[in-house]
């Protein structure tokens, strides 16, 4: 079909018109991005938490007579305490134990009792830890001066660890004050996801997308909590069978570092190099190290066992999304890798399934032909 000029003109306007429309959507995109961007790991974090705090208030909305706005400040107020106590307790007790441990060098008290022979006989590394040790008994300040660059090096990454560990914590505060914000309209926050899942995947699809997300969330907060909090136990105890000072603030830093997703071997590693340093080496050591180094690897062995459950995929699914978005994307990957794989998956077996199915008469005439 030939065109005559004038279509030709017209068509060239259209399409004309199509890209500066387009061209001026894209703009105003990257302008509200970059506008937004600063707070971007704020709402994130917001939507994280009223999105797995949000079943608690509604099982507290009835007591509150449906007020909602009341429900969620005092789901927030409560959760700031819970955090706030346990973290003021921690900074108190670590900043106690560092003023002792100064006194302690300063006054020239602190002794490191000398190895026993025996340590000399390990595999391996025997001869050098025997050595090593041997030079912290008889002559530490020299020991000390010697690795001077190394403990500087490692006290300023300690402090930009702890430095960055505030700032997490007030990111957090402030995400929770707006969370609760975002609980307080949680029924038109729900129906507004559902319609932009809607508008991205399908009127047939919004539903269920939604319902997804917010499972898969949900599902990785709780196993993160949970998984915390078994390991808080798991040690907990055992510092407390030992006798391990300030047992029950280190169980709570144990409890802080899994939730935010630090390995606990930074809590248990040091504690029984402190337990071996003071008691040295017998059998009950060596038990208790053993014990409280597989039990700070634990949550390798729990994370497969309690992510996705309630979750509409198959549980690896959920594993491999939090993996790899923790990887990638640091604390928040681990919840949004899962999300974004889980609709991932769920859309791919959707269009797999989603073949043409001929009608009954049409199926009849091939049978018969």
């Not at 009835?62 to 400040?73: E, H, I, S």
């Not at 180094?293 to 949550?299: H, I, R, T, W, Y």
Request: with cysteine.
């Amino acid at each position: 079909m030939l065109l005559t000029p004038t279509s030709r003109r017209v068509l060239s306007r259209e399409l004309l018109d199509v890209l500066i429309r387009a061209g001026l959507v894209v703009v105003l995109a990257m302008f509200c991005f970059r506008i937004f961007a600063p707070f971007l790991n704020l709402m994130v974090w917001a939507l994280i938490l009223a999105i797995t705090l949000y079943p608690l208030q509604v099982r507290l909305r009835p007591v509150f007579a449906n007020k909602d706005g009341l429900t969620a400040t005092l789901i927030v107020l409560i959760a700031f305490v819970v955090i706030l106590v346990p973290t003021y307790l921690l900074g108190v007790a670590v900043a106690e134990s560092i003023d002792h441990a100064k006194d302690i060098f300063q006054s020239g008290s602190f002794r490191v009792p000398p190895p026993a022979e025996s340590v000399a006989s390990w595999p391996l590394v025997g001869p050098k830890v025997y050595g090593f040790w041997q030079q912290a008994s008889t002559d530490i300040t020299g020991l000390a001066q010697k690795f001077t660059p190394q403990l500087k090096d490692a006290g300023l990454a300690l402090l930009g660890t702890i430095t960055g560990l505030g700032a997490g914590l007030l990111l957090f505060f402030a995400a929770l004050i707006v969370a609760g914000i975002l609980m307080a309209f949680g029924d038109l926050g729900h129906k507004s996801a559902v319609e932009i899942a809607s508008r991205i995947f399908g009127p047939e699809n919004g539903s269920q997308i939604a319902d997804l997300c917010t499972a898969t969330i949900r599902a990785v907060a709780q196993g993160v909590v949970g998984i915390a909090f078994i390991q808080m136990l798991l040690i907990g105890v055992a510092f407390i069978v030992m006798g391990i000072p300030g047992a029950g603030l280190l169980a709570l830093a144990v409890l802080l570092i899994g939730i935010m997703q630090l390995p606990a071997t930074l809590i248990t590693v040091p504690v029984i190099a402190f337990v071996i340093v003071t008691e040295g080496v017998s059998v009950i050591t060596i038990i208790f190290s053993i014990y409280v180094f597989v039990a700070g690897l634990a949550d390798n062995v729990l994370k497969p066992l309690m992510l996705g459950r309630g979750v509409a995929v198959p549980m690896p699914v959920v594993l491999i999304g939090a993996i790899g978005g923790m990887v990638t994307g640091g604390v928040i990957g681990l919840f949004i890798g899962p999300v974004m794989l889980a609709v991932g998956y769920q859309l791919f077996w959707r269009w797999v399934r989603d073949q043409y199915q001929p009608p009954p008469d049409e199926l009849q005439e091939q049978k018969q032909s």
